[in-house]
Nanobody, 120 residues
Framework: QAQLEESGGGLVKPGGSLRLSCAAS????????MGWYRQAPGKQRELVAS??????KYADSVKGRFTISRDNAKNTVYLQMSSLRPEDTAVYYC???????????????WGQGTQVTVSS
């Protein structure tokens, strides 16, 4: 099994910055995609950003403000969020496609979520 543990959420004023981290642990052989999703109250979960070894993808609403990165040696993905807006308020979830030792394929794992609130 694998686990994803997020950290770094909190309350920030509009225009401020936060950095989210997500560390994967367990019997991990390889990780392909890692990414961040978010879900605001009453809305569907949406992709914020994702990263593979050679590409990144961003939602249009965060382009130019958020940066995703990963440290493969630490099995960790980061989301640097700047110029935060009230509409960025949501629970942010980490996601990863993980191949475990002894497994035949990659499986999708989710973190428990971390709250980000942007408010003055």
């Amino acid at each position: 099994q694998a686990q994803l543990e997020e950290s770094g959420g909190g309350l920030v004023k509009p225009g401020g910055s936060l950095r989210l981290s997500c560390a994967a642990s367990g019997n991990i052989r390889s990780i392909h995609d890692m990414g961040w999703y978010r879900q605001a109250p009453g809305k569907q979960r949406e992709l914020v950003a994702s990263i593979t070894d050679d590409s990144t993808k961003y939602a249009d609403s965060v382009k130019g403000r958020f940066t995703i990165s990963r440290d493969n040696a630490k099995n960790t993905v980061y989301l640097q969020m700047s110029s935060l807006r009230p509409e960025d308020t949501a629970v942010y979830y980490c996601n990863a496609d993980i191949l475990l030792y002894g497994s035949l394929g990659y499986y999708d794992y989710w973190g428990q979520g971390t709250q980000v609130t942007v408010s003055s």
